[in-house]
């Protein structure tokens, strides 16, 4: 069974930093995209940062550029999201996902039907 397995979220000040972990398993991600997206409260699920297969082009949500590093792992069949100077906005349940046919077209990283393996969703909170 394919299944993607989230950790590191939590409660967090404002300009604290969180990293989030998620492991794959069931499946060899080496050829996968990873990306990852959030949903705030009262909010759609908006995209946050990906990464192209080989860890060598990444992408970003203009309202994280600068603060969060997405990374991966290929040998851990692991992606990484580090997030910084953290502000209350980023609260929000935050969700890995894979692309395990590829992604060729840099436009397709920002979309969620990119993605066909998704993990549970952990939660962030960001206290002001």
């Known amino acids: 069974q394919v299944q993607l397995v989230e950790s590191g979220g939590g409660l967090v000040q404002t300009a604290g930093s969180l990293r989030f972990s998620c492991a794959a398993s069931?499946?060899?991600?080496?050829?996968?995209?990873w990306g990852w997206f959030r949903q705030g409260p009262g909010k759609g699920r908006e995209f946050v940062a990906a990464?192209?297969?080989?860890?060598?082009?990444?992408y970003y949500a203009d309202s994280v550029k600068g603060r969060f590093t997405i990374s991966r792992d290929n040998a851990k069949n692991t992606v990484y999201l580090q997030m910084n100077s953290l502000k209350p906005e980023d609260t929000a349940v935050y969700y890995c996902?894979?692309?395990?046919?590829?992604?060729?077209?840099?436009?397709?990283?920002?979309?969620?039907?990119?993605?066909?393996?998704w993990g549970q969703g952990t939660q962030v909170t960001v206290s002001s």
């Open positions: 996902a894979a692309a395990t046919y590829g992604i060729v077209f840099s436009g397709s990283f920002y979309l969620e039907n990119s993605y066909d393996v």
């Open positions: 069931g499946c060899t991600f080496t050829d996968s995209a």
């Open positions: 990464v192209s297969w080989s860890g060598g082009s990444t």
